[in-house]
């Protein structure tokens, strides 16, 4: 893949030298964070989520919903269409998508169809409920289940730091 592939801004990778040799799932996630903070610095609000694919960021992306004036420019429904896209059956079976947030029902479907096989997100759209009205308070789980897929879900993984970027944003808006 090149960098012209990849989603997101400008279509390019961003810096991953931050992230260990051997990352973790809290690892990814807070990765995942640091581009709902990107999201934020852009004009967007606070959701990241990137793609992981035998220990390898394959792509990332950040809510752009403000900025390109799209309703559906969630990070986790751009991530699922691309690998939908350039990723073959046996890469989607092994990839795993990390978001700051619990993704909501419509990208929840978009993983669902997309046949990404699991998703770690950082908070879940209950507690992000209980500060402001930006999550949909069906659970990623209970829609991937009622679609009868397959998509392992875990989560929430470090509430706190991807709370933390929900808190400065809404508190400010």
């Known amino acids: 893949m ?12 961003r810096d991953l030298d931050d992230l260990p040799d051997d990352p973790t799932d809290r690892e990814y ?11 934020v610095e852009a004009g967007n609000t606070p959701f990241g989520a990137l793609l992981v694919l035998d220990g390898e960021v394959v792509s990332e992306a950040r809510n752009e919903t403000r900025t390109e004036g799209d309703v ?11 690998a939908a896209r350039e990723l073959d059956a046996d890469e989607l079976a092994a990839c ?16 669902h169809y997309a ?9 879940d759209n209950e507690t992000l409920r209980e500060l402001s009205d ?6 990623l789980e209970e829609v991937i289940r009622r679609g009868d897929g397959g998509t392992t879900v875990e989560g929430p993984v470090a509430v ?14």
Request: proline share 6%; hydrophobic share 45%.
């Open 115 to 123: 046949g990404i096989d699991r998703v770690v997100f950082g908070v």
């Open 72 to 82: 559906a420019a969630h990070p986790e429904l751009t991530l699922a269409r691309w």
């Open 2 to 13: 090149t960098d012209a592939d990849a989603p997101g801004d400008a279509g390019e990778f």
């Open 96 to 111: 795993t998508m990390y978001a700051s947030t619990e993704p909501c029902p419509m990208c929840a479907t978009a993983i």
């Open 29 to 39: 996630v807070e990765r995942a964070i640091g581009l709902s903070e990107e999201a």
């Open 134 to 139: 930006a999550g949909v308070s069906i659970p």
């Open 160 to 173: 706190d730091a991807a709370m933390a970027v929900h808190d400065d944003f809404f508190g400010k808006s």
